[in-house]
Every structure is written in structure tokens, then in C-alpha cells.
């Protein structure tokens, strides 16, 4: 039997710089679906850079229907990001997987943990917030539900929310607004996310990542 062969991880080029997002993710360019994916990258680009040494990361489009994406890592280097292209969840998807791309990078190896939401001091204003949203109602079981509640699927639903919510493109506030009407549970009602928005927001400003003209708030 051929050995299963694991796709190689994206390759670290020089030294770590700050780079929009743009200069981070190779998106599909020959998709039709290429402009709501470009569009939610300009949008998180407008929020925040990163400081990276990392090549590209691919974006790649799927048809699964199990799940809207993927975030795909081997230790503390990426893979790829897997989206699929089936139903109307492209934008948030991608923003979600996105999020999980962001909190792996940012991680301090000195935690020893991969996910920096979960233990870095920039994300602590960010976890006090996140600790007062309601629990979403995920269907399935106990384990499938304490995933969902997990910190880092926490933080990854958030950060693609304050983005769609932040974002300028018209398609991606009726997104984010036709979610909120269904009561999907991948987002929270506007009122009770406002707080966790800013918190997001100022997690990149405590960092120097922001691309915002943010206030200055006490911590």
C-alpha cells in the first residue's frame, strides 16, 4: 500500500516584517467566487497586518458539505485554508478560518500553547468580554458543544463577526445581517456583540497590528 503523502507546510522566507493580509494569503483568482473572498480580505486587511516570515498561504476552495472550512496546520506553521465553496457561508467562513490562522501566528511559544486567545496577555480584555457572551444553540451533542465554546472557536467566530460588522462592502453587512435575523449560532445579536467588537479591535491595537485610528482605553 503507497504511503498517504501530507502536504508540505508554507515555507518561512527572511525575516519577520509587518505585511497587510494581502501579502499573506494567495486566494483562488480563476473562481467566480474570487471577488466575496477578495472582498472579506479587504476587509480584514482594514482592521489589522500581521509580522510574519511566512511564503503565501494558499487559500483553497472545497466542496465539502460537513463543514464551511478549515484551518489546516502542522505545529507552528501553517498549511492552507480550506472554504467551501457550497451554500451562502463563503464570506464567514473564510473569516472564520481566517481567525484561527491569526490566533495560531500571534501564539507565544513560550505558553507553549498553539492559540494565542487562549493565554497571551493581549487577548486577556478579549477573553473577560467573550466570557459574558450567551452560549449559541449548536445542535448535537456535549463534546460537539464544548468545542463550539472552546476559547478558540470563541475567537474565531468573534474575530470574523467584528470583521463583517467593521467591513464597508454592502454584501458583507447583509450577510452578517441576514445571519443575525436567522439566529444562526455562528453569531451573536448586535447589541450583545458591541463590547466584544471593541475588544477585538483593541487586542491588534495592544499589539501594534491595528490599521485603526482607535481611542486609547484604560486596560
Known amino acids: 500500500m503507497a504511503r498517504r503523502r501530507y502536504p508540505g507546510c508554507v515555507a518561512r522566507v527572511g525575516v519577520a516584517r509587518f505585511r497587510p493580509l494581502e501579502d499573506l494569503l494567495d486566494l483562488p483568482r480563476r473562481s467566480p467566487l474570487s471577488p466575496m473572498l477578495e472582498g472579506a480580505l479587504a476587509a480584514a486587511s482594514g482592521l489589522h497586518g500581521l509580522r510574519s516570515d511566512l511564503d503565501l498561504v494558499p487559500v483553497r476552495l472545497t466542496a465539502t458539505t460537513?463543514?464551511?472550512?478549515?484551518?489546516?496546520?502542522?505545529?507552528?506553521?501553517?498549511?492552507?485554508?480550506?472554504?467551501?465553496?457550497l451554500g451562502d457561508r463563503l464570506a464567514i467562513g473564510f473569516l472564520h478560518e481566517l481567525g484561527h490562522l491569526v490566533d495560531h501566528q500571534l501564539h507565544d511559544p513560550r505558553h507553549g500553547r498553539a492559540w494565542a486567545s487562549t493565554d497571551h496577555p493581549a487577548f486577556a480584555g478579549w477573553r473577560a468580554e467573550a466570557a459574558r457572551l450567551g452560549r449559541r444553540p449548536f445542535p448535537g451533542g456535549r463534546g460537539r458543544r464544548r468545542?463550539?465554546?472552546?476559547?478558540?472557536?470563541?475567537?474565531?467566530?468573534?474575530?470574523?463577526?467584528?470583521?463583517?460588522?467593521?467591513?464597508?462592502?454592502?454584501?458583507?453587512?447583509?450577510?452578517?445581517?441576514?445571519?443575525?435575523?436567522?439566529?444562526?449560532?455562528?453569531?451573536?445579536?448586535?447589541?450583545?456583540?458591541?463590547?466584544?467588537?471593541?475588544?477585538?479591535?483593541?487586542?491588534?491595537?495592544?499589539?501594534?497590528?491595528?490599521?485603526?485610528?482607535?481611542?486609547?482605553?484604560?486596560?
Open 66 to 85: 460537513s463543514e464551511s472550512g478549515a484551518y489546516r496546520y502542522r505545529k507552528a506553521d501553517p498549511i492552507d485554508l480550506r472554504v467551501s465553496r
Open 147 to 219: 468545542y463550539f465554546q472552546s476559547v478558540r472557536e470563541v475567537w474565531a467566530r468573534a474575530y470574523a463577526q467584528t470583521v463583517l460588522l467593521g467591513s464597508h462592502d454592502a454584501r458583507l453587512q447583509a450577510q452578517l445581517e441576514e445571519l443575525q435575523r436567522a439566529d444562526d449560532p455562528h453569531v451573536w445579536p448586535a447589541e450583545e456583540f458591541t463590547p466584544v467588537a471593541r475588544a477585538v479591535e483593541l487586542v491588534f491595537e495592544r499589539l501594534g497590528l491595528t490599521q485603526l485610528e482607535l481611542p486609547i482605553r484604560a486596560a
